[in-house]
């Protein structure tokens, strides 16, 4: 076996839940949403003229500019104070394997740093947000 060769990263589980600022129903709302905002696939008809309905409701689907779910979400995040914001992002980096769960007093205290105004398009626009927010609280042990 090659000595060199690396063993890939275990992220063990925290013995007892970190507490967050932000509850878990809340970032569970939240990633039942971005599992929906980033379900959305690349426009087809650009100007639909027709009843949705006639269309079997296709551009429900589709990625418009004005995304009602895209809205609510980042209202559901700009609702939010820094501490809460910083829970999520540092949540999203330990579920893409960024760090241990040793390291999250540090991470954590790294996202605050971040800028609250500038933050909800950061989550919103980070691709597999809902699946790393549901790996994180795993690890945390949510």
Known sequence: MNKS??????QAKAASPVELDVSSDFIRTLIDKAHEFHAKVAVVE????????????REVLE??????VQQEMHEMLAD???????????????????????EWPAKRQEA???D??????????????????????SALGH
């Open 5 to 10: 060769a690396q063993a890939p990263k275990v």
């Open 116 to 137: 609250p105004k500038r933050t909800p398009d950061y989550l919103i626009e980070t691709p597999q947000v809902a699946d790393f927010l549901e790996e994180g609280l």
């Open 112 to 114: 605050l740093q971040l």
């Open 80 to 102: 939010l104070n820094q501490d809460q914001l910083a829970d999520l992002v540092a949540l999203v980096w330990l579920g893409r394997g960024d760090f241990a769960v040793a």
């Open 63 to 68: 990625d418009y500019p004005d995304d009602p």
């Open 46 to 57: 650009p100007n639909p003229g027709s009843n949705a309905s006639d269309e079997g409701m």
